[in-house]
């Protein structure tokens, strides 16, 4: 599941993964339980995160690669905001490839600029979170133009199917979306 900042990328991702029955794997939300945790992975993250930046590849490509070798992994999961950047995807292809599995899928969230902005400032009188700031939010948005959309093109390169969807609307009409694409595809639901 692709998305900037904002697109609403996290809520989809965990009521898709439920409707598919595989698990979520967020990387965003794995560092910041790092973070909570205090452990040495966190302690690295943390300024990395709130500057909006990204933590090294090698060390979330760690992270998820012991994510996907637990045993509910086994049937598929759904992946959200990993790979972030080309390398990070072809690792994964790589780490996959070793067990027979591939991305089956490549869901694109897209929503306007102007909006996301607006959704992420409200977000952050919710929620909290250290790099929702104006400053956070913009960083974010350059990383995400530069290192991560380049992430889509290199799965369009490599023939998979990216499914564009809307992410502007009602929350549960987004959900249907992504839903009726998937099971448009060819490819099985639900693997990796
Ligand atoms: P958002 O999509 O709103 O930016 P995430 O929860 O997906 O939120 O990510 C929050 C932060 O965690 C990112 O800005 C980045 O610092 C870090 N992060 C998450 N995933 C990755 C990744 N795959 N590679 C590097 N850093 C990551």
């Not at 439920?18 to 029955?21: E, H, K, R």
């Given at each position: 599941m692709f998305g900037p900042p904002g697109s609403g990328k996290g809520t989809q991702a965990s009521r898709v993964a439920?409707?598919?029955?595989v698990?979520?794997?967020?990387a965003g939300d794995m560092l910041r339980s790092e973070v909570a945790r205090?452990?040495?992975l966190g302690r690295e993250a943390k300024p990395i995160m709130d500057s909006g930046g990204l933590v090294p590849d090698d060390l979330v490509v760690r992270m998820i690669d012991g994510r996907l070798n637990e045993p509910d992994a086994r049937l598929g999961v759904l992946l959200d905001g990993f790979p972030r950047t080309v390398p990070q995807a072809i690792t994964l292809d790589k780490m996959l490839g070793g067990r027979k599995e591939m991305v089956a899928n490549v869901i694109s969230l897209e929503v306007p600029e102007q909006?996301?902005?607006?959704r992420i400032l409200k977000r952050a009188t919710i929620e909290g979170r250290s790099d929702d700031t104006a400053e956070g939010l913009a960083q974010r948005l350059v990383v995400y133009r530069q290192d991560t959309a380049p992430v889509l093109e290199h799965y369009r390169a490599e023939g998979r199917r990216i499914v564009a969807i809307d992410g502007v609307g009602d929350i549960d009409a987004i959900t249907e979306r992504i839903m009726k694409s998937l099971q448009h595809n060819d490819a099985p639901v639900g693997s990796a």
């Open positions: 439920v409707q598919l029955g698990p979520h794997v967020a205090g452990t040495a909006e996301l902005k607006t």
